[in-house]
């Protein structure tokens, strides 16, 4: 934990998807100290003013700012729940979830936030094939044909979120969390994250290595981040 009176001054920068190699070349110790941690995806960056004049500390925070602008979702310490939940409440956005492999990690870590009341309509854990056709209108066909852990899936499940419900923003995921691959022999880790607006939709795909639950928080955090991205560019049909 940083205790604000021990520097000058200090910047908590939060970052999704960095490995720690990205950020290999900016870290350093001091008069101006960078350093960083990563948990599930989600990475912090600390610069710490240790006696260094302000315009030396304020240049190595836009050297980094720069660096990882695609990157950076806060310049504060908050979490990725707390700036969705901030940023469709700023936007007036309302959110649906429909969680496969997930399993409720994204619905749980939103009501974690006051105020999540605002804009979090509803979560659907959508874990079977059946529930996924029933709940939000994926086509049997779509599933026999690619499976349920696909960007064709993951998309359906998304645009279903929106269908007959007064929302704006629909987040779906779907993936293989393991230990095991699935009848279709779906590689341990792959996974997809679907994010529907009014406007249209943008599938990610996400290959991932490690256990179970570390597989499942990546996919939740990376959920929220590319949500965070719609919200902040607005993607609300007016």
Known sequence: ????????????????????????????????????????????????????????????????????????????????????VDTCRENGIRLIVAESITGGMICSSLVDIPGASEVLTEGLVTYTDAAKVRRLHVRLSTLEKFGAISKETAGEMAHGLLENRDVDLGIATTGCAGPDSDEKGTPVGLSFVGIATRKGGVIYRLNLTGDRNYIRRCVANAAMFYALKSAENGDKEN
């Open 1 to 84: 934990m940083v205790v604000e009176d021990q520097f000058k001054n200090y910047c908590i920068i939060k970052t999704f998807g960095l490995k720690r190699s990205d950020i290999a070349p900016y870290l350093r110790t001091g008069n101006v100290s960078v350093d960083y941690s990563e948990e599930c995806l989600d990475g912090t960056i600390r610069v710490l003013n240790n006696d260094a004049e302000e315009t030396e500390f304020q240049e190595t925070l836009d050297v980094i700012k720069r660096a990882f602008k695609d990157r950076i979702y806060s310049d504060c310490d908050s979490s990725l729940a707390k700036k969705l």
